[in-house]
């Protein structure tokens, strides 16, 4: 069988549970059409398949879920088919530019070293040339770096086959609960490719929305990111230290309009602003300690505490407004990170991935940006974006690229609307900036600029 089809025998048995052996057709294929699938001559993953009648699936709330599923599947694999050709197509261009480029640059300092004298008219002219050449240097280095990408989606995509496959063969072992929740895993990891392929480089930030006017100058709120379907609970924090009661709306839509919330009482008083809801559980910087604890509302419970190494605390390297805010976590595509300052580099932002169960360091970059000066930071597709300040006309002005280990001066100007930004961050789900700015609570959409365009060369 070819591994989509497969795909779609096993996802219809799962759905299908208990109700199996009635509902199940004799031949999978003769209701699920499979457009192509697996790989081609390259090994590049097309795998398009399209659901069956409706009629035939609308007897279970479940198949819903299937269909949706499916879409997702779907989706994705259009997306790496248009990503896939569009790199290849372009990395060829971009290679061959890449030799003449760098053959130009040899060449071109030679003549410099030899011949500084006699040809100053045509040095002169060849000079321009290079320098209107120069950027294309980094727009090179990207393309490379995006063809990359593909291939690991592509093994990505081929590793969740072989997983389906495998999920195939032991079908018998499992009930219902079971399938679903490796289904539901799946499916994660699907989402999570899904906003990998999407990511790109900030452009712009938007106007803000001011969803509410409630609480101090200081604070945090935010959705999680990983909430499940239909879950748009909003986490609100008011005060930055010797404050221990986080609040739950039920909706985006309570926030707004009431102050209906439950409270939840942490077992310690959080520092600054920097805490962040992610899958269910609260990460926060303990007041008056460098040590992170994740505290789970599923259990009411922490689930795991453990000091964040040399990280300053209790103001010695806050952000620029002050406010105990030394330890700023925060999630993006790919995950939880740390932004904080330590005494080794000098003062300035230090970047660490965390394992969100463990909280261990997975890996640190250190920046050349001080701390102190700094007025938030956020991360997006594992970027770390700095702003200027906050208070008066605030812009994004420092991007460190984790890929890279790269930083770059930017300008990206947004608008302040109540001159006092205590908290601001991504949120990759909903692609958007949360921000807590003088007791408002507002939002910001943003632009991300994927480097794959073919007109841009
Ligand atoms: C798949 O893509 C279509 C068109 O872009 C979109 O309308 C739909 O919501 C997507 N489905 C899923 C499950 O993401
Ligand atoms: C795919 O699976 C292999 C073997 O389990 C693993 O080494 C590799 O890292 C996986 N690749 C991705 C992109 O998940
Ligand atoms: C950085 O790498 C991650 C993972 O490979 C990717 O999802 C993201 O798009 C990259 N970010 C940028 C700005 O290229
Ligand atoms: C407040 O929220 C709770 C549950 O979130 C709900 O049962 C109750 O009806 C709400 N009250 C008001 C006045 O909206
Ligand atoms: C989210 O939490 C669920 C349930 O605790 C877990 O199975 C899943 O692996 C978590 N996802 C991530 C990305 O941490
Ligand atoms: C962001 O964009 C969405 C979709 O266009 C829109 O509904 C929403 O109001 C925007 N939010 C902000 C803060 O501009």
């Known amino acids: 069988m070819q591994p989509a089809s497969k795909l779609l025998t096993l996802i219809l048995l799962i759905f299908m549970g208990t109700e199996l052996t009635q509902v199940l057709p004799a031949n999978p294929e003769e209701s699920w059409q499979v457009y192509s699938s697996a790989q081609d001559s390259e090994g590049r993953c097309v795998c398009t398949v399209v659901a069956p009648q409706q009629s035939m699936c609308s007897r279970d709330a479940r198949t819903k879920q299937l269909r949706q599923l499916l879409e997702k ?15 290849q197509r372009d990395l060829q261009y971009v290679e061959k530019m890449e030799v003449q480029l760098r053959g130009l640059e040899t060449k071109f300092r030679q003549v410099e070293e030899n011949h500084k004298q006699n040809i100053a008219k045509q040095y002169k002219a060849i000079k321009a040339k ?96 990983l909430a499940p379907e239909g879950d748009t609970r909003v986490w609100y924090m008011d005060g930055y230290h010797n404050n221990r009661f986080v609040r739950e709306y039920k909706s985006m839509h309570d926030f707004m309009t009431s102050d209906n ?40 419970s922490i689930s795991k505490s453990r000091q964040l190494d040399y990280a300053g605390f209790n103001n010695a390297y806050h952000y620029a407004w002050g406010g105990h805010s030394d330890i700023d976590l925060m999630v993006d595509e790919g995950g939880l990170w740390a932004v904080y300052a330590t ?52 812009k994004v002005y420092y991007a460190y690229s984790t890929n890279s280990s790269t930083y770059e001066y930017i300008d990206i100007a947004f ?40 007109e841009e060369l």
């Open 343 to 394: 005494n080794q580099n000098a003062g300035n932002i230090v970047i660490s991935k965390l394992n969100p169960n463990t909280l261990q360091i997975i890996k640190s970059w250190t920046t050349n940006h001080p701390k102190r000066s700094a007025g938030e930071s956020f991360m997006i597709c594992g970027t770390l974006y700095v702003t200027n300040g906050y208070s008066g006309g605030t």
């Open 261 to 300: 919330f439950t409270s939840h009482r942490l077992p310690h008083p959080w520092s600054g602003t920097g805490q962040v809801v992610y899958n269910g559980s609260i990460y926060f910087n303990k007041f008056q300690s460098h040590v992170i604890i994740k505290f789970d509302f599923r259990t009411s």
């Open 130 to 225: 290079m320098e209107e050449l120069r950027p294309l240097i980094p727009v090179l280095e990207e393309y490379k770096a995006d063809a990359k990408l593909v291939l690991q989606f592509k093994e990505e995509v081929q590793n969740l086959t072989s997983v389906l496959s495998e999920l195939q063969e032991e079908m018998g072992a499992y009930d219902y609960e079971e399938l679903h929740n490796r289904v539901s895993n799946l499916e994660e990891r699907l989402r999570a490719c899904m906003q990998k392929l999407a990511c790109g480089k900030l452009t712009g930030i938007s106007d803000p929305i001011t969803i509410k006017t409630s609480g101090s100058r200081f604070g945090s709120w935010m959705t999680d990111p």
């Open 415 to 454: 608008q302040n609307k109540y001159s006092h930004i205590s908290m601001l961050d991504y949120n990759p789900r909903d692609r958007a900036l949360y921000a807590w700015n003088n007791g408002h609570q507002v939002l910001y959409n943003v632009t991300l600029f994927h480097v794959i365009r073919s």
């Open 73 to 87: 599947v779907q989706n994705m694999t259009q997306s790496i088919q248009v990503l896939d050709q569009r790199t």
